[in-house]
């Protein structure tokens, strides 16, 4: 079982920056990736960046260039960085991670991103 904890959401104006974190508890398990998810009121969970244990990364389309994923192996900590926030990126955003054919998700930190 891992538990996952996010925090560093909150509000923002718009062309501001917040940096996500979440920390997996120690596992008698590998990680083998770490993804971001968010889900904005009336839609549906979309990916938003994942980072594989061979530091591999992949983005939405929507925030390439702006979002930037990484991850502390020593502190078990994937990060997001997002720059040049807009508005249509309020959501709240996940953590999830797989580890032993298992996915785990984190309980959700709140975006808020005003114009």
């Given at each position: 079982?891992?538990?996952?904890v996010?925090?560093?959401?909150?509000?923002?104006q718009?062309?501001?920056?917040?940096?996500?974190?979440?920390?997996?508890?120690?596992?008698?398990?590998?990680i083998?990736?770490?993804?971001?998810?968010?889900?904005?009121?009336?839609?549906?969970?979309?990916?938003?960046?994942?980072?594989?244990?061979?530091?591999?990364?992949?983005?939405?389309?929507?925030?390439?260039?702006?979002?930037?994923?990484?991850?502390?192996?020593?502190?078990n900590?994937?990060?997001?960085?997002?720059?040049?926030?807009?508005?249509?990126?309020?959501?709240?955003?996940?953590?999830?991670?797989?580890?032993a054919?298992?996915?785990y998700?984190?309980?959700?930190?709140?975006?808020?991103?005003?114009?």
């Amino acid at each position: 079982q891992v538990q996952l904890v996010e925090s560093g959401g909150g509000l923002v104006q718009a062309g501001g920056s917040l940096r996500l974190s979440c920390a997996a508890s120690r596992s008698s398990f590998r990680i083998n990736a770490m993804a971001w998810y968010r889900q904005a009121p009336g839609k549906q969970r979309e990916l938003v960046a994942i980072i594989g244990s061979d530091t591999s990364t992949n983005y939405a389309d929507s925030v390439k260039g702006r979002f930037t994923i990484s991850g502390d192996n020593a502190k078990n900590t994937v990060y997001l960085q997002m720059n040049s926030l807009k508005p249509e990126d309020t959501a709240v955003y996940y953590c999830r991670s797989w580890s032993a054919g298992n996915t785990y998700w984190g309980q959700g930190t709140q975006v808020t991103v005003s114009s």
